[in-house]
């Protein structure tokens, strides 16, 4: 609360999600909706476990075609997810 220049709620809020832990963590929840958009959505509905511990992105592949694919793109895949996700969430991702 301030006495001398009150503010807005939208800069209030612009201001509380600018701040990397909050940035972090709602990347983090939009991250299967950035998975789609990086895979397309044949290769995000063949996804059948979707799971980020750290910084390690697990994913598991119905479609053996499809998993080796994607393993072949891990680090076009980090990059991507990051550049989206508009924070460094992913470092590494494990496709079973």
Not at 48 to 65: K, M, Q
């Amino acid at each position: 609360m301030r006495r001398t220049k009150s503010m807005l709620m939208g800069e209030i809020l612009d201001e509380f999600f600018s701040r990397p832990w909050v940035a972090a963590k709602v990347a983090e929840g939009r991250l299967p909706e950035v998975w789609r958009e990086c895979v397309g959505d044949l290769a995000a509905d063949q996804t059948t476990h979707f799971e980020l511990r750290g910084r390690i992105l697990n994913v598991r592949i119905a479609s053996s075609v499809l998993r080796n694919e994607l393993f072949l793109r891990r680090a076009e895949l980090c990059e991507e997810l990051n550049r989206r996700s508009k924070v460094p969430l992913v470092d590494q991702i494990i496709v079973k």
